[in-house]
Structure formats: structure tokens, C-alpha cells
């Protein structure tokens, strides 16, 4: 029978680094225990509970829920990543697509880009890309720096296919994103409204 793992410090969150833990008075044996992922080099996440099941019928009832369940997994790894990343780091390319949930082939490493002359972060479950600060701008979502719809867009140009493209950047101009400012709410609107926009959705069924 596996020894149950000693309780973690309440003051450590759902992902940490190696370095709190060990100064909470945690041992290096208690942060290799079953009961704790390891997705980057010097990071440390509980282990989430087992789900439940989805049955097809809950599933046909949200056709979001795909891209929930991609956006949570990225969302995890962001978190986690970013408790040890530099400073200047934000999510890239299709990892910065699941976190607004645009339409995209997924990607299982997180993408993490910085601007020249930044070296791209290394590492495992990491792919690191560089780009020209004038090629890029980024916002905030859940405490997590990313890449704007407009710079993912243009990141993905030498990835995606025609077709995936055009798809993509056809969600990018029907949403009004949350930070977008009033200037826009009249003018440049699509048709249908904030409720195109899976992120803006997503947050309004959480309020």
C-alpha cells in the first residue's frame, strides 16, 4: 500500500516552484511524492482530482466543450511554466489560440515566445520562439501574458494551411475581445455581437 504523502503548506498554491516549497520547510523527497506533476524543470503542480466521465448527450450540449478542456490544459501549463519563466515571456502561437479559444490545431508543447534580442526560452514541454518587438503586442488573461489574436495570426502564417488561416483569422474579426475599448463597441462590431467571441462567453457563464 502507497504511504500517503504528508499534507503540502497551505501557502503553496496549486502550482509552485521547487525553491518555495523547500523554503515552507518541505523536503526534496516530499516534492518527488505521487501526489505532485512536474511539468517544468524547478516547478511542482498538485494533482488534480479525477474528473467525471462526460456522457455524448452533456458533451452535444456544449459545443464548446472541446475547446474548454483545451484552453483549462494550456491555461495549467501556463501557470505552471510561468512561476519560474523570465519576465519578458508571454504564450505564442497555438498555445496563445487554446488560451483566447480560436479555432486551431493544438499544439501539446506550450509555446513561449519573447522579443529580440531575448534568447527563446528551453526546456522540456517548451518550444520557444523569438520574435521582433515591432511584430508583436500582448495582453493579460488569467494572470498569464499573451500574444494579441492579431500577432497569433501572423505567427501561425508559416504553420497553418490557407484554409486554417482563413478560418482563424475570421474568428480573430468577429469577436470583440474584453480589452477591446469603447471606440469600437459601434463602429466596428460584426454582426451577432460579443457573444461570437468564446472567450468573452466562457467568462460570462462563470459570472
Given at each position: 500500500m502507497p504511504i500517503t504523502p504528508r499534507p503540502l503548506s497551505a501557502r503553496l498554491g496549486a502550482t509552485f516552484t521547487v525553491a518555495d516549497a523547500l523554503a515552507q520547510g518541505h523536503t526534496t523527497s516530499r516534492l518527488r511524492a505521487h501526489d505532485l506533476e512536474r511539468p517544468y524543470h524547478g516547478v511542482r503542480?498538485?494533482?488534480?482530482?479525477?474528473?467525471?466521465?462526460a456522457s455524448e448527450s452533456a458533451h452535444d450540449a456544449d459545443p464548446l466543450a472541446a475547446d474548454r478542456a483545451e484552453h483549462a490544459r494550456v491555461l495549467s501549463d501556463a501557470q505552471a511554466y510561468f512561476?519560474?519563466?523570465?519576465?519578458h515571456a508571454f504564450v505564442a502561437g497555438r498555445s496563445a489560440a487554446a488560451l483566447l479559444m480560436l479555432p486551431c490545431p493544438v499544439a501539446?508543447?506550450?509555446c513561449v515566445g519573447v522579443v529580440a534580442p531575448q534568447r527563446a526560452p528551453r526546456g522540456r514541454g517548451i518550444r520557444g520562439?523569438?520574435?521582433a518587438p515591432q511584430l508583436?503586442?500582448?495582453?493579460?488573461?488569467d494572470g498569464v501574458r499573451v500574444a494579441s489574436p492579431a500577432s497569433i495570426w501572423a505567427m501561425l502564417g508559416g504553420e497553418l494551411t490557407h484554409r486554417e488561416l482563413v478560418?482563424?483569422?475570421?474568428?480573430i474579426v468577429r469577436c470583440r475581445w474584453p480589452w477591446e475599448t469603447a471606440r469600437r463597441r459601434s463602429r466596428d462590431l460584426p454582426v451577432g455581437g460579443q457573444e461570437n467571441c468564446p472567450l468573452v462567453a466562457m467568462s460570462s457563464a462563470h459570472v
Open positions: 503542480r498538485r494533482m488534480p482530482a479525477p474528473a467525471p466521465p512561476q519560474v519563466a523570465p519576465a501539446e508543447e506550450l520562439t523569438k520574435i508583436v503586442s500582448t495582453r493579460e488573461i478560418i482563424l483569422g475570421d474568428a
